[in-house]
């Protein structure tokens, strides 16, 4: 998708970096990301991605807006206090990127919507705080091949991972069973929602783009008590529930041998 005069005036600056180049910019216009859960980690990250210059957000989210999103939650207002999340997404999104199309669902991620809402998209982000919405759409990702970027936080720490079915350990693989105790509100600020966000963001515009290194096979964790990263190796279960059967993908194309 050839960029018009206008976007290469506003991404000229993002184009000069090394790697991503004009036709890393159009690729990033035509592709679509799906994000789940548009709240203190998905909602940063669709405004970076919108930013960027993504052709397309699938943004899958319900409820209204409540006082305790607004400490995180950087695409709701005051003014929407009691109106759909979702819909406040939507128009905050647009008035950043009018060029962006936006299809808005106002539903989490549940066992009759995941396959259609995933199919839509050439990479998902999962933002979820419970591990059933996670793991289901894990489940979605291994069976229709579909790269997902698990970003996750918790007080002052962070975790994420790219997972490729066929190349990767898939969210399952870390998590079989869905630990004990786990509730969908726990200590979080939104600067620690923020920063793991961006580095959501960075992932899916490096693997949507061709350049650089992808988070694969890799967890890294954030610490923003000590202001630490760490990258710890992950493997493929061989007695996974989910991807174990899963036939070996070719392993991802560097940009070198994409050109040629």
């Known amino acids: 998708m050839e ?9 000229e600056w993002q184009i000069w970096v090394d790697g991503l ?5 159009e690729k990033l216009k035509g592709a679509t990301a799906l994000i789940t859960r548009v709240g203190g980690l998905g909602g940063p990250l669709a405004q970076s991605l919108a930013a960027a210059g993504i052709g397309k957000l699938i943004l899958a989210h319900a409820g209204n807006t409540r006082l305790s999103d607004l400490n995180r939650q950087i695409l709701q207002t005051h003014g ?29 991620v549940t066992e009759d919507n995941s396959a259609r809402l995933v199919a839509g998209a050439d990479v998902v982000f999962d933002c979820a705080p419970l591990f059933e919405e996670r793991l289901l759409l894990n489940r979605e990702c291994v069976r229709q091949h579909k790269p ?3 970003a996750a936080i918790f007080d002052l720490e962070g975790q994420l ?3 490729i079915p066929g190349q990767t350990p898939c969210l399952a693989c870390l998590y079989p ?7 969908r509100e726990f200590p979080v600020i939104g600067a620690v929602s923020a920063t793991v966000a961006n580095l959501a963001a960075l992932e899916g515009i490096k ?11 890799k967890l890294l964790v954030y610490d923003a008590r000590s202001m630490t990263f760490r990258k710890i190796a992950i493997h493929r279960r061989v007695d996974c529930a989910v991807c174990s059967t899963l036939a070996p993908s070719p392993e991802r194309a560097t940009p070198a041998e994409k050109d040629d």
């Open 80 to 108: 929407q206090l009691g109106k759909s999340r979702i819909e406040s997404c939507r128009r905050r999104l647009l008035e950043l990127n009018p060029r962006l199309e936006i299809e808005a669902v106002p539903e989490n």
């Open 3 to 11: 960029l018009t005069g206008e976007e290469r005036a506003i991404y």
């Open 148 to 150: 997902l970027i698990d």
């Open 177 to 183: 069973e869905i630990p004990p105790g786990w509730k």
């Open 161 to 163: 991972t790219t997972i």
């Open 21 to 25: 180049s004009e036709s890393g910019q």
């Open 207 to 217: 693997l949507l783009a061709g350049f650089g290194e992808l988070l694969t096979s």
